[in-house]
């Protein structure tokens, strides 16, 4: 089993940037690809973006291209989502997944592992 917890979420003024961190727990972390979604307020959980066992592949939702860019760290066992040029659409709970695949549609189809949830506010 993988336990995830996500921090770094806060209130942040447009245009400015967070940094989300999703620490994880169990040996077997480094056999998932890991992503993020989000979730706003009378919408539907959504992918933001995902990243491959090492590292190698990266995906995006468009809306978030060019400003948001995730990464991992499989000796911290801990993936991030740098978050700039943020924008009041942006507010959203964020959450950590681990899945078998981080290609945008297969991840949206199968998810493993979620995390609590991380509160993003952007102010505009």
Same mark, same amino acid.
């Given at each position: 089993?993988?336990?995830?917890?996500?921090?770094? @979420?806060?209130?942040? %003024? *447009?245009? /400015?940037?967070? !940094?989300?961190?999703? &620490? =994880?727990?169990? #040996?077997?972390?480094? $056999?998932?690809?890991? @992503?993020?979604?989000? %979730? *706003?307020? /009378?919408?539907? !959980?959504?992918?933001? &973006? =995902?990243?491959? #066992?090492?590292?190698? $592949?990266?995906?995006?939702?468009?809306?978030?291209?060019?400003?948001?860019?995730?990464?991992?760290?499989? &000796?911290?066992?801990?993936?991030?989502?740098?978050?700039?040029?943020?924008?009041?659409?942006?507010?959203?709970?964020?959450?950590?997944?681990?899945?078998?695949?981080?290609?945008?549609?297969?991840?949206?189809?199968?998810?493993?592992?979620?995390?609590?949830?991380?509160?993003?506010?952007?102010?505009?």
């Amino acid at each position: 089993q993988v336990q995830l917890v996500e921090s770094g @979420g806060g209130l942040v %003024q *447009a245009g /400015g940037s967070l !940094r989300l961190s999703c &620490a =994880a727990s169990g #040996r077997t972390f480094s $056999s998932y690809d890991m @992503g993020w979604f989000r %979730q *706003a307020p /009378g919408k539907e !959980r959504d992918f933001v &973006a =995902a990243i491959s #066992r090492i590292g190698g $592949s990266t995906y995006y939702a468009d809306s978030v291209k060019g400003r948001f860019t995730i990464s991992r760290d499989n &000796a911290k066992i801990t993936v991030y989502l740098q978050m700039n040029s943020l924008k009041a659409e942006d507010t959203a709970v964020y959450y950590c997944a681990a899945a078998p695949s981080a290609q945008m549609d297969l991840m949206r189809a199968r998810v493993d592992y979620w995390g609590q949830g991380t509160q993003v506010t952007v102010s505009s």
